[in-house]
């Protein structure tokens, strides 16, 4: 059943307050019965900052859907300090994508899918039952002041997830979550995270990758003056053993990054597999090169700050680490470094 807001009034003109139609067509759709559709036509509508929390019933959903999608829209411009509640507590319990790849997917607070030049300013949203915010096949997407909370126990709560996408700039947001507060992709070029605050959460990530057939290459990507606190990992990159495809990962910057109490600060993973449940011993296929690890400083929790576990089969290529310097958060002796598959290169650390 679909609610189009200008059957409720609404405008579209971009100075008539168009509140109460929003609000009028959200309360129609709720007490309705079965899937809805909230259909705003294209236009440009002024409406007053809200707070809107999901339905729990999440037979109201489909399988990886958004409870928000936007999909298909030149020049979607979605700001104005409201917050999205996914309600997500009580339906983290039936999220087993932990243990079961053909898990259901449980909906993303807000969904971008083939969107071209989006800009995203001043929103929040919390407690999503899956990822906060996804973008599928965007460009030109532009993403500030985004604050993304959820508890660090919520399951793949991603903040940000980006896949096949390209210039797509993230910057000056706050984002503490259950999962990568930040993660991009396969098939991601061209993309700039800066000014990041990411705690707790499992830091900003590339991947995985290399868990499915055709996957593209991600490139271009720059991450810089960024703060990690308290989070499982700092910089991540993972990829899947037995990749069923090859692709790689180039040309990849990470400046100026301060890590506070973190457990694993750099870390590359080439044998990526969080169910546990991988038997082959088939190498991962994904190449990994032009990596660059710049003015990376504070403290960590673990012994081994940096880790480079990169694959037997495709070894790591031009890994450069200048001017890291990490501590242990106890004051211990410093912390060292472990390199397999890679011949690192190390300038002023």
């Known amino acids: 059943m679909e609610f189009n807001v200008m059957d409720f009034g609404a405008q579209a003109d971009g100075q008539t307050d168009d509140s109460r139609a929003f609000r009028v ?41 958004g409870w928000f999608e936007f999909a298909w829209i030149d020049g979607l411009i979605l700001t104005g300090g409201g917050t999205f509640d996914g309600q997500g507590a009580k339906a983290w319990p039936h999220n087993s994508c932990h243990k079961d ?28 039952k899956f990822f906060h915010i996804a973008l599928v096949n965007c460009k030109d997407f532009r993403g500030r002041k985004i604050y993304i909370e959820a508890p660090r126990t919520s399951p793949n709560t991603d903040g ?50 290399g868990r499915y057939p055709n996957e593209q290459d991600v490139k271009g990507l720059v991450v810089r003056d960024c703060k990690m606190i308290e989070t499982s990992n700092g910089i ?56 660059r690890f710049k003015n990376i400083t504070g403290t960590t929790l673990s012994d081994v700050a940096v880790r480079l576990s990169c694959s037997k089969g495709v070894p790591c290529q031009d890994i450069y680490l200048e001017d890291v310097h990490l501590n242990l958060s106890t004051g211990d002796a410093r912390p060292v470094s472990s390199c397999e598959n890679v011949i690192a290169k190390y300038i002023g650390t």
């Open 25 to 65: 067509a959200w309360k129609k759709a709720c007490g309705s019965q079965g899937r809805t559709t909230i259909v705003v036509p294209k236009g440009t509508y002024l409406v007053g900052p809200g707070h809107l929390k999901a339905t729990s019933d999440l037979s109201k959903y489909e399988s990886g859907g």
């Open 236 to 291: 991540r990159i993972k990829t899947w053993p037995n990749s069923p495809g090859r692709s790689k990962a180039t040309n990849l910057t990470f400046e100026n990054i301060v890590m506070d109490n973190v457990r694993n600060p750099i870390i590359i993973n080439q044998e990526y597999c969080p169910r546990q449940s991988c038997s082959s011993q088939a190498p991962s296929m994904v190449k990994l090169t032009d990596i």
């Open 160 to 209: 940000i997830h980006l896949e096949r996408c390209s210039g797509v700039h993230i910057s000056s947001s706050i984002i503490g979550t259950g999962d990568d507060c930040i993660s991009i992709g396969q098939g991601s070029s061209q993309v700039t995270v800066n000014n990041i605050t990411c705690g707790p959460g499992h830091g900003i990530s590339v991947g995985s990758l």
């Open 101 to 128: 790849s053909r898990c259901k997917l449980l909906p993303t607070n807000l969904k971008f899918i083939g969107m071209n030049r989006t800009i995203v300013h001043h929103i929040t949203s919390v407690n999503s």
